[in-house]
Structures are given as structure tokens and as C-alpha cells.
């Protein structure tokens, strides 16, 4: 099968004992896009770079703007192999099965593959697609760190992106007419009505929060329990209190990144950093959530003698897929069934929905698991997310 042939070149990048380690601007990320240019080239397609460490590769047929798809190489730790590369595995093949179709685009068709779309190292999501179009300065993304202290613009400097280059580029978006990202379901609900595919119609707005707790660090053998100014219980008391909170209005709430310092097994910790993941189906149901968390943890801080401050490092809006694009993959794709279905997670297709007609497909996970090595898509299924990709861009690429 042409999908497994190809997926089992990229397949090995990265992989550990458990799951990925696909970092932007890491060496596995450089050997996906070393691939990317590869396939390509393969293929007679144009590559093009923005100064942003978004990759693009067009299939210049055609005129006005063109129809873009593809998503993203870089994974959470750990992280399942198939959020983001997915996209960019089926966008090649859905070119390739519009040219054995026969199918002559009267627009451009083009494979984008998006850095940083995680955050996993520099903290921002999306950061490549927000650099695109100018959601976000340069300047505060090139002084964005990671875990090591190197900042974004080192990084890039450092494999031999010119840092000056970052900026918003105009010209690119108004050269997409519309982008179509293929990705893993991550959730059940294909699963559960029995569909290989179906069609994204919006996106729950989401955030991440800091959360820095300071204390007094002791020994945990000689100080009292009454003396103690412990900012790992006002941590943990912040964690399940998001929990609750989010259960309570129907949102999500997730701690999935702590820091203690000094991170000693016989000491009272002096600070603690958790980061805060929350998300809800509308904008209103968000700000209430997060709003009562920092409410809640303040008034434990007060009682545990601790300092507490929450500082937004993102906030991403509810995101309405375009209605007439989302009608039209549905009659595009050759399904018996095709669902409908929104997603509470963050995608490049949100950023550039905000600035293009956007959409995207999701392929089935039967294990609904993601971001985990659980994370799965059978062949079958995949090479029906290929097909179902290459009607929706013939579709949008011919003029009927």
C-alpha cells in the first residue's frame, strides 16, 4: 500500500521507547523537512520557505489563489506519531492521486508543513502559523525560551535561519484561497458511528496559564507542620480545584507540566511552577473557568501562607470552520457517510482560519487516544483520509 510505504520513512524519526521526541527546530525536525524538500522535489513541486520555519510545496498549475493543505512535524513528548505528520504524509499522496486521476488543477495545490504547531518547546502553539500571519510579533516570539534557555532565534540561527527574516508574510496568505489540514481524530466520535472520515466545522477556544507558587524552603525532617509556608500544597490544591471547576461548567482543565524547586526529596520545595491548560465550548464558559480557578487558588494561597501569581501565556479564540468550505468537503468527499464533528484542540487551521477560509478532516482513531504512543490510525482508514483529501482539493482546485 503506497500510504505505508511512505509512512514508514518518516516513521523511525524520533521514535523512543515511549513515543516521540520531535522537537521544533531539534535534528529529528530538521530530518522531517530534509523529507519534506525530498518528496517534493520527487514530485516537481516548487519549495518555498517564509522566514518563519514554515515550509511549502506547490504544485504550480493553474491561477488565482491556491487550495492549501498539509499540518505539522513536531510532537508533545512522548507524544504518538501520527498528530501532524499525518497531514503532511496524506497531502503528498492525495497530490499524487489527483495526477493518477488525471486531474489538471485550474489552481495551485499546495503542502504546508507548519513549525512549532505544539508548543512543545518554545511554549506558543502555533507558532509557525501565527508568525504567518502577524498574530503574533516577531520580536516577542524570537525572545520565546525553552527549558534550556535557547531562545527561538538561536535556534533557527543556529541551523542557518536568518532570524531577521521572521515577520509576517502578507503575500503568502493572499496566495491561499483555502487551506484543508487532514489530522487524526483525537477523540471516539468517528469510532462510535462507524465513519473512516469526517469534517471539523470549529474549535473550542483554549488557553494556557503560568501558575508560580513561592514559599520557604526547610527541612522536611525539622520543621513543624505548623511552621511550614509550603507552596506544593497550594500547587496541588490549584490542580484540583481546576479539576473541579472544569467538571462543574462542562470545560477542560489540565496540569500536565510541573516545576519544583529545588526539587529535593527531603526539602520543603521554595517555589513550584504548574502550567494550566484550559478549555471550553464557548468564550464566556473559558473566561468563567478561569476566573474561578484563580479565585479558588488565591484564597488557598492566603491560608497556606504562600505567594500566588497566574500569568495568560496564550489564548486561542473559538474558531468557526468557514460553513460554505465545510459544505463543500462534505459533498466533496465519495463517503456514504460523512460526519460533522468540532474539536476542543488547537490546530494551524484555526490560526489561518482567522485569516482564510479554513477547514479541516479528521481520519478515525479507534483507540481515541492522543498526544500519547497510543495515538493510532489504521492503513485502511488512512488511505481513506488520502482519497477523501484528493476529492476536497479537486474539488476546490477545478473549475466545474
Not at 471547576?245 to 462542562?250: V, Y
Not at 489561518?352 to 482513531?365: D, G, I, S
Request: net charge negative; with cysteine; charged share 25%.
Amino acid at each position: 500500500m503506497r500510504f505505508r510505504e511512505l509512512w514508514d520513512q518518516i516513521a523511525p524519526i524520533g521514535r523512543t521507547d515511549d513515543g516521540y521526541l520531535r522537537y521544533a527546530w531539534s535534528e529529528e525536525d530538521l530530518a522531517l523537512r530534509d523529507w519534506f524538500a525530498a518528496q517534493a522535489s520527487a514530485r516537481d513541486l516548487a519549495v518555498q520557505a517564509d522566514g518563519n520555519g514554515n515550509l511549502f510545496a506547490w504544485w504550480d498549475t493553474g491561477h488565482g489563489p491556491g487550495v492549501l493543505t498539509g499540518s505539522h512535524f513536531d510532537s508533545v513528548p512522548h507524544g504518538g506519531g501520527y498528530d501532524g505528520p499525518l497531514g503532511i504524509v496524506c497531502g503528498f499522496l492525495a497530490l499524487d492521486e489527483l495526477r493518477a486521476r488525471g486531474v489538471r488543477p485550474d489552481r495551485p495545490i499546495g503542502v504546508a508543513a507548519f513549525a512549532e504547531e505544539e508548543g512543545s518547546r518554545f511554549g506558543l502553539a502555533c507558532l509557525g502559523s501565527r508568525l504567518l500571519t502577524g498574530d503574533i510579533a516577531p520580536e516577542r516570539a524570537l525572545a520565546l525560551r525553552d527549558r534550556d534557555g535557547v531562545t527561538l532565534a538561536a535556534a533557527m540561527a543556529r541551523h542557518g535561519v536568518d532570524p531577521a527574516d521572521v515577520r509576517p508574510r502578507p503575500d503568502l496568505v493572499a496566495r491561499i484561497g483555502a487551506f484543508v489540514e487532514l489530522h487524526i481524530e483525537q477523540g471516539r466520535a468517528l469510532a462510535e458511528v462507524d465513519a473512516p472520515v469526517g469534517v471539523c466545522t470549529g474549535i473550542w477556544p483554549h488557553g494556557r496559564w503560568r501558575l508560580d507558587f513561592a514559599g520557604e524552603g526547610n527541612h522536611a525532617g525539622t520543621t513543624p507542620m505548623s511552621d511550614r509556608r509550603d507552596p506544593m500544597l497550594t500547587a496541588a490544591y490549584a490542580v484540583l480545584g481546576a479539576n473541579k471547576e472544569a467538571r462543574l461548567r462542562g470545560g477542560h482543565a489540565t496540569v500536565g507540566r510541573v516545576s519544583v524547586r529545588p526539587n529535593a526529596t527531603n526539602a520543603v520545595p521554595a517555589g513550584v511552577s504548574c502550567w494550566l491548560d484550559a478549555r471550553a465550548a464557548d468564550r464566556e464558559a473559558l473566561d468563567g473557568l478561569v476566573a474561578a480557578v484563580r479565585a479558588r487558588v488565591a484564597d488557598r494561597a492566603a491560608r497556606d501562607r504562600t505567594e500566588f501569581t497566574m500569568v495568560e501565556e496564550s489564548l486561542s479564540p473559538a474558531v468557526s470552520f468557514d460553513a460554505a468550505l465545510v459544505e463543500s468537503c462534505v459533498r466533496a468527499v465519495r463517503l456514504a457517510k460523512v460526519p460533522r464533528l468540532d474539536t476542543s484542540a488547537g490546530h494551524d487551521a484555526g490560526v489561518l482560519a482567522r485569516h482564510v477560509p479554513a477547514t479541516m478532516l479528521f481520519v478515525r482513531n479507534p483507540t481515541g487516544v492522543s498526544h500519547a504512543p497510543g495515538e493510532h490510525a489504521t492503513d485502511a482508514d488512512c488511505a481513506a483520509g488520502v482519497s477523501a483529501l484528493a476529492d476536497v482539493l479537486g474539488e476546490l482546485a477545478v473549475h466545474r
